[in-house]
Each structure stands twice: as structure tokens, then as C-alpha cells.
């Protein structure tokens, strides 16, 4: 496939593109980076070079690829962290230039504004773009346990809450819903959870929980299940395949992260496990 990704970059580490190009180029696809800040470093540093890309130059690039006949090539546009409230202008007009273009291409949203235990991180106004114009029109969204619930506007803690806050998502417009880090009281113990639904039904998978949670993880996550959910979609349990696939592509690269002793993922020593992980983590259906 073609991707459009317009995300962060870091030039040292890998967060937003700088994580999300490598695995989908290792794939197979081509992808075609847009960035929305120019950074040393992730922020979680604290400490960092660089500055946000205006919308504008977003835009700029756009209509430079558009000039090119390019935008009738994209088969998917992927976007995650905004740098800025007017960053979301720039990528819904991307997206409606490239389905123009392409009606067949996908539109998938990384709404990225926090986690349970930090909290929203973003501009308090990005959430909310997010939630009230951005997710509307996308074809499929990866949102954290948080993310969903504020995307729904409820409290997210049980399975039968987190489906019902999925299906509340999808009734905004998105086809499908992945949930990273799904917590629940009754999972089992030293388990960390994933689930992704779309109309054909909802499948969740279960891992070993491993102690950490490196910067960019959730990128990668969003950029891998995007790739395998778009190449099968419309088949049986497409959503059920790309859970597993990305589940064990996931689980090697921090596993193998973990062990490094690391602060960054390492990215690049984890590159067989995109194109054949270890399928030990069978996804169940429930519902």
C-alpha cells in the first residue's frame, strides 16, 4: 500500500514517525511521511530542540503531493500526535483531498491526549477537536483505554463498559476501534489486554504485562494494525487477524526492549518480528 503519515519526528529515538515509518516500510509499503513538529527528542525528556511544523507547511506538502498526481496512489492517510490546535484542519483536509482522489482510500486516527496514569498531556483544546471533528472521520481509530473514554464521554473500566463506549465511538463514524492497554478488574492476574471491533464482532487478546511502557509504543501499535487491518479488510475476522498479527509483532519489540535495558524501542533489532512474529497469542471473541 501507499501511507500517508503525518505524525511527530524525533530525530534521536523513535516516537510518532519516527516509529510509525520504519515497521510499514519493513512490511512492504511505501510511506510517505508528513510531519507535524521537528524535534530533538520525545518531550518526555524533558528537555528538547526543534519546533512544530505550522499547519500551513502540512498543507504546503499536500498540495505539492496533490500537484504530483500522487494523492490518487494513497491508499491510506495515518495520523497521530498534533503538535497544534490547527494541525487538525490540515490533516481533515488531506484526508478529503486523498478520498477525492481515491474514494477507496481509509482514513486512520491515532487520537493521542493521554494515558490513565499521566493524564492528558496535549493542549486541553486537542481533545476535544479531536472528539468533536476529527474522529467523525475516521475510518478507524486507535485510542488507549483514556482516550476511549473521553472520546465517549464515559467511564471506561469494565468489558461490558469498554464495549459500550466502542460502540459509542463507531456511532460518531469509524468502521473499526482498536483499544490499546485495556485494564479491567477481572483480567487475569499479570495480564495486560488489547481489543479491536468493527461490525462483524469484537476480539480481545491477552499478553504477558511487561513492566515498562517505552515512548512510542502506541505509535508503532497504531501503524501496524492499520497496515494489516487495511490489507484485509472485508475478509472473515479481518479485525480479529490484525489483533493477533499486531499483538505478537508488539510483544517481541518490547520484549526485546525490556531486555536491552534501553529507554528507546529498539526499532530497528525487532525488525523481523513485523514480518514474522511469533503467533503465541490467540485472540478470543467476545462478542
Not at 469484537?202 to 497496515?227: E, H, Q, R
Not at 475478509?235 to 509483532?249: H, W
Amino acid at each position: 500500500m501507499n501511507i500517508i503519515s503525518i505524525q511527530s519526528h524525533v530525530s534521536y529515538g523513535h516516537v510518532g514517525n519516527s516509529a510509525a515509518v520504519f515497521p510499514l516500510q519493513r512490511l512492504g509499503h511505501e510511506v510517505w511521511p508528513v510531519y507535524t513538529v521537528n524535534f530533538s527528542n520525545h518531550t518526555g525528556y524533558g528537555q528538547w530542540g526543534g519546533s512544530p511544523i505550522p499547519a500551513s507547511e502540512v498543507t504546503a506538502i499536500i498540495s505539492a503531493m496533490e500537484q504530483r498526481g500522487a494523492l490518487a496512489q494513497v491508499d491510506v492517510v495515518l495520523s497521530g500526535y498534533q503538535g497544534g490546535t490547527d494541525i487538525a484542519d490540515a490533516i481533515l483536509d488531506a484526508v478529503a483531498r486523498v478520498k477525492a482522489a481515491n474514494p477507496k482510500a481509509t482514513y486512520t486516527c491515532d487520537p493521542v491526549m493521554g494515558n490513565a496514569k499521566s493524564g492528558c498531556f496535549v493542549n486541553p483544546a486537542i481533545p476535544v477537536l479531536l472528539r468533536e471533528r476529527v474522529v467523525p472521520r475516521a475510518d478507524l481509530v486507535t485510542p488507549n483505554q483514556f482516550e476511549l473514554g473521553f472520546l465517549a464521554g464515559m467511564e471506561v473500566k469494565t468489558l461490558e463498559q469498554t464495549l459500550q463506549a466502542v460502540d459509542a465511538v463507531m456511532a460518531m463514524g469509524p468502521r473499526a476501534v482498536l483499544v490499546t492497554s485495556v485494564h479491567r478488574p477481572d483480567a487475569a492476574p499479570g495480564t495486560i489486554e488489547m481489543l479491536a471491533a468493527d461490525a462483524t464482532g469484537a476480539w480481545m487478546v491477552a499478553t504477558p504485562y511487561l513492566p515498562f511502557k517505552p515512548n512510542g509504543s502506541g505509535d508503532v501499535t497504531a501503524a501496524l494494525f492499520t497496515a494489516h487491518y487495511s490489507q484485509h479488510f472485508g475478509k472473515s475476522c479481518c479485525a480479529k487477524l490484525a489483533l493477533e498479527r499486531t499483538t505478537a509483532s508488539m510483544f517481541e519489540l518490547l520484549e526485546r526492549t525490556l531486555h536491552s535495558g534501553q529507554r528507546e524501542l529498539q526499532l530497528v533489532q525487532a525488525q523481523d518480528s513485523y514480518v514474522n512474529p511469533n503467533m503465541r497469542f490467540p485472540a478470543r471473541q467476545i462478542r
